[in-house]
């Protein structure tokens, strides 16, 4: 299974990359990506498709997928 | 007392007079600063009706106990007056020198009265109040007006000043400091024009009085250096403000072409990452150490201080996607001292008004070169369309007609801020219910409704996150007065500020007692609205009408054919009146004003208008 990932602000340092496409063998989690790109650690909000999931929501195939620090507005 | 210098310097540009007047403890426990003590001066001092721009208007320069203080973000000061763009109170704050030195020079305020004869300079040293020629600098903008201010008196005084856009009374012009800040959206700027007070320039030497100096000093410094570490672990100032920009472009928030649109293809030519590779320099207000202020060079060569913002409303919103352009449009409103954010939307609305034939005009979204002609006509009000552009989108609309309304960008005249809320309720009553007109300063949930709710939910959780949000960020942060950056970007206790709060005060205050000066503050703002427009209705909290509109929403992307709803919406507000004690119009009822000690105020109010 391939999904596009954008990282959003300052994580896309953390993770070395602002969009990429990552793929799974099987299924996977919105939270096994989140370890996969290596921000699992950080305060996020996911998307999927501008709507947000939880880190247990499966994702599914073509899935554009935003990872985002938790913004405020300034 | 302690915290405050417990002095207001009065100053009569009429007469040439000044006085500094001694307030009360219970003055000071009451509306502790900033935002709450100008919001009780207006109230008792002027009366309703008066003109914005006439003698009888009162500019507030007004600081809090912790302003000035070494500690994280307390170099902000809070300016205010009735506001030529809304009719009602104003204000806004910037970081500037001003808020160590006005405080060094003995004054917790300034109040500016009346009119000058002639362009004027204030220079105010401790208890030595001067009234200066201006006119050298009449006519010049901020940058040029800054730098004869240093030339004269050196860099480390506390400066306001204004540029064209406050000379002319542009309705949207800001206040300027340290050449890359800017306050006062509500036309603060041009009430200082309308003065002829170009700039005010103020040094002092005293000591700040603390109930725990040492203490004070110990916590400040060590607080300084942390927030600084926090900010360089988690990368936020790289891309400061900016990096929402990009997010919201993912989620159909972004403004693009007057919000018509809510995202768009070109935006990351002008997010947070092209931003920073621009990156020449940055800046940032005193006492700060997550420095937010991004400069890049523009179009033409000069140095232009970005946030998101200023992109998004001279950028996007204008469907101009070239960074060094968006700059450019920057460095205009910067100079002229102009609000980017009323000024993008104006341009915008112009643009939006001519394509759907309100009104003819020879501007197009994208054209950059003719926005910035259109920002210099707008600041010298030049020709019949400057002057429409510096009255900004609702008297535009209201010019306009042919339904130009539904599609002007502002709530009670004061023009949205860069989110685009087609579907997203909780923001939009955000806006709708923002004390001063639809600024983002006060509540922000937009993270909060994607995560923690559904986006298309009504529900009474919305408004309690608004509500929770004005009481910290548009009451206490405002009041006390300090920049809401480090708790709300960086996750910075906000159990720090009351302890700041009761170092410097001797008191022993909690963040509910910031909760209940907050709701006061709400009140009294709301005062201020009853009194000028004594026929209120809810109709006044209702976010731009085109965000309802079946015909406007968007035909593909994640909120496609999705738009708000007017009952619906209707009862958000309902749920925001009632866990706040409104009535139906949106006002306090008088059992509220009562419980939060305003019953006075409730009087004079109601001389002017029916309480429930």
């Given at each position: 299974?391939?999904?596009?990932?954008?990282?959003?602000?300052?994580?896309?340092?953390?993770?070395?990359?602002?969009?990429?496409?990552?793929?799974?063998?099987?299924?996977?989690?919105?939270?096994?990506?989140?370890?996969?790109?290596?921000?699992?650690?950080?305060?996020?909000?996911?998307?999927?498709?501008?709507?947000?999931?939880?880190?247990?929501?499966?994702?599914?195939?073509?899935?554009?997928?935003?990872?985002?620090?938790?913004?405020?507005?300034? | 007392?302690?915290?405050?210098?417990?002095?207001?310097?009065?100053?009569?540009?009429?007469?040439?007079?000044?006085?500094?007047?001694?307030?009360?403890?219970?003055?000071?426990?009451?509306?502790?600063?900033?935002?709450?003590?100008?919001?009780?001066?207006?109230?008792?001092?002027?009366?309703?009706?008066?003109?914005?721009?006439?003698?009888?208007?009162?500019?507030?320069?007004?600081?809090?106990?912790?302003?000035?203080?070494?500690?994280?973000?307390?170099?902000k000061a809070v300016v205010a007056a009735k506001s030529p763009l809304t009719g009602f109170y104003g204000d806004g704050n910037l970081g500037?020198?001003?808020?160590?030195?006005?405080?060094?020079?003995?004054?917790?305020?300034?109040?500016?009265?009346?009119?000058?004869?002639?362009?004027?300079?204030?220079?105010?040293?401790?208890?030595?109040?001067?009234?200066?020629?201006?006119?050298?600098?009449?006519?010049?903008?901020?940058?040029?007006?800054?730098?004869?201010?240093?030339?004269?008196?050196?860099?480390?005084?506390?400066?306001?000043?204004?540029?064209?856009?406050?000379?002319?009374?542009?309705?949207?012009?800001?206040?300027?400091?340290?050449?890359?800040?800017?306050?006062?959206?509500?036309?603060?700027?041009?009430?200082?024009?309308?003065?002829?007070?170009?700039?005010?320039?103020?040094?002092?030497?005293?000591?700040?009085?603390?109930?725990?100096?040492?203490?004070?000093?110990?916590?400040?410094?060590?607080?300084?250096?942390?927030?600084?570490?926090?900010?360089?672990?988690?990368?936020?100032?790289?891309?400061?403000?900016?990096?929402?920009?990009?997010?919201?472009?993912?989620?159909?928030?972004?403004?693009?072409?007057?919000?018509?649109?809510?995202?768009?293809?070109?935006?990351?030519?002008?997010?947070?990452?092209?931003?920073?590779?621009?990156?020449?320099?940055?800046?940032?207000?005193?006492?700060?150490?997550?420095?937010?202020?991004?400069?890049?060079?523009?179009?033409?060569?000069?140095?232009?201080?970005?946030?998101?913002?200023?992109?998004?409303?001279?950028?996007?919103?204008?469907?101009?996607?070239?960074?060094?352009?968006?700059?450019?449009?920057?460095?205009?409103?910067?100079?002229?001292?102009?609000?980017?954010?009323?000024?993008?939307?104006?341009?915008?609305?112009?643009?939006?008004?001519?394509?759907?034939?309100?009104?003819?005009?020879?501007?197009?979204?994208?054209?950059?070169?003719?926005?910035?002609?259109?920002?210099?006509?707008?600041?010298?009000?030049?020709?019949?369309?400057?002057?429409?552009?510096?009255?900004?989108?609702?008297?535009?609309?209201?010019?306009?007609?042919?339904?130009?309304?539904?599609?002007?960008?502002?709530?009670?005249?004061?023009?949205?801020?860069?989110?685009?809320?087609?579907?997203?309720?909780?923001?939009?009553?955000?806006?709708?219910?923002?004390?001063?007109?639809?600024?983002?300063?006060?509540?922000?949930?937009?993270?909060?409704?994607?995560?923690?709710?559904?986006?298309?939910?009504?529900?009474?959780?919305?408004?309690?996150?608004?509500?929770?949000?004005?009481?910290?960020?548009?009451?206490?942060?405002?009041?006390?007065?300090?920049?809401?950056?480090?708790?709300?970007?960086?996750?910075?206790?906000?159990?720090?500020?009351?302890?700041?709060?009761?170092?410097?005060?001797?008191?022993?205050?909690?963040?509910?007692?910031?909760?209940?000066?907050?709701?006061?503050?709400?009140?009294?703002?709301?005062?201020?609205?009853?009194?000028?427009?004594?026929?209120?209705?809810?109709?006044?909290?209702?976010?731009?009408?085109?965000?309802?509109?079946?015909?406007?929403?968007?035909?593909?992307?994640?909120?496609?054919?999705?738009?708000?709803?007017?009952?619906?919406?209707?009862?958000?507000?309902?749920?925001?009146?009632?866990?706040?004690?409104?009535?139906?119009?949106?006002?306090?009822?008088?059992k509220l004003l009562e419980t939060l000690g305003l019953s006075r105020e409730a009087d004079e109010a109601a001389r002017y208008a029916t309480?429930?």
């Amino acid at each position: 299974m391939k999904v596009t990932v954008k990282v959003i602000g300052p994580l896309a340092y953390a993770a070395g990359f602002s969009e990429k496409d990552v793929a799974f063998p099987g299924t996977a989690t919105a939270g096994e990506l989140l370890a996969r790109v290596n921000i699992a650690s950080r305060p996020t909000i996911v998307t999927r498709n501008g709507k947000a999931v939880s880190p247990l929501d499966a994702l599914a195939e073509g899935d554009r997928i935003v990872i985002s620090p938790i913004y405020s507005g300034g | 007392m302690y915290g405050w210098t417990g002095r207001i310097l009065r100053v009569d540009l009429t007469t040439r007079t000044h006085r500094a007047e001694p307030f009360s403890e219970e003055f000071a426990k009451t509306w502790v600063g900033g935002r709450g003590f100008a919001v009780k001066i207006l109230f008792d001092e002027l009366k309703p009706g008066i003109d914005p721009l006439g003698p009888e208007n009162k500019l507030i320069v007004a600081l809090g106990p912790i302003s000035g203080i070494p500690a994280p973000t307390t170099g902000k000061a809070v300016v205010a007056a009735k506001s030529p763009l809304t009719g009602f109170y104003g204000d806004g704050n910037l970081g500037t020198r001003v808020t160590e030195q006005l405080r060094k020079a003995g004054y917790d305020a300034l109040i500016v009265e009346g009119r000058a004869e002639r362009p004027t300079l204030l220079y105010i040293e401790d208890d030595t109040v001067e009234f200066l020629p201006a006119d050298e600098v009449w006519g010049q903008g901020t940058f040029a007006t800054n730098d004869w201010i240093y030339a004269k008196y050196g860099k480390g005084v506390g400066v306001l000043n204004i540029g064209q856009g406050g000379e002319n009374g542009v309705r949207y012009a800001t206040i300027r400091s340290m050449e890359g800040r800017s306050g006062g959206r509500p036309g603060m700027g041009a009430v200082m024009g309308s003065k002829l007070l170009k700039a005010i320039v103020v040094k002092g030497t005293r000591p700040i009085p603390q109930a725990n100096a040492a203490g004070m000093k110990a916590v400040g410094t060590a607080d300084l250096k942390m927030v600084h570490q926090i900010d360089k672990d988690t990368g936020w100032s790289r891309q400061s403000t900016n990096g929402v920009l990009a997010w919201c472009n993912e989620v159909a928030g972004l403004p693009v072409q007057n919000f018509r649109k809510t995202s768009h293809t070109e935006a990351w030519k002008i997010d947070g990452q092209r931003l920073d590779e621009a990156r020449v320099a940055t800046y940032g207000c005193p006492t700060c150490t997550m420095r937010c202020g991004i400069a890049i060079h523009d179009k033409e060569g000069h140095e232009s201080e970005l946030d998101y913002e200023n992109i998004g409303l001279l950028g996007a919103n204008l469907n101009i996607f070239e960074l060094d352009q968006v700059g450019s449009l920057n460095y205009l409103c910067d100079d002229y001292g102009l609000d980017t954010m009323s000024a993008g939307c104006t341009l915008s609305f112009y643009a939006d008004a001519i394509a759907h034939g309100a009104t003819t005009g020879d501007f197009t979204f994208g054209d950059a070169e003719r926005a910035k002609e259109l920002l210099g006509l707008a600041a010298r009000r030049e020709g019949p369309v400057g002057n429409l552009l510096a009255d900004g989108t609702l008297r535009m609309a209201r010019a306009f007609g042919h339904g130009a309304e539904q599609y002007a960008m502002q709530v009670k005249g004061l023009e949205v801020a860069a989110y685009n809320c087609k579907f997203i309720p909780g923001m939009a009553l955000a806006f709708g219910v923002a004390a001063i007109g639809a600024h983002h300063r006060e509540a922000w949930i937009i993270t909060f409704e994607l995560k923690n709710t559904t986006r298309d939910s009504y529900g009474p959780e919305k408004a309690a996150k608004v509500i929770e949000l004005q009481r910290i960020r548009g009451g206490m942060f405002e009041s006390i007065v300090s920049c809401r950056f480090p708790w709300i970007e960086l996750g910075w206790s906000l159990d720090n500020y009351p302890k700041y709060f009761n170092l410097v005060t001797g008191l022993d205050w909690t963040l509910d007692d910031m909760w209940r000066l907050a709701d006061r503050v709400y009140a009294m703002i709301k005062l201020h609205y009853l009194r000028e427009f004594p026929n209120v209705t809810r109709q006044d909290d209702y976010p731009p009408a085109v965000w309802f509109d079946p015909e406007n929403a968007d035909t593909e992307g994640p909120i496609a054919h999705m738009h708000l709803e007017a009952d619906k919406y209707d009862q958000l507000l309902q749920h925001y009146y009632d866990q706040r004690g409104y009535d139906r119009r949106g006002i306090p009822t008088r059992k509220l004003l009562e419980t939060l000690g305003l019953s006075r105020e409730a009087d004079e109010a109601a001389r002017y208008a029916t309480l429930t």
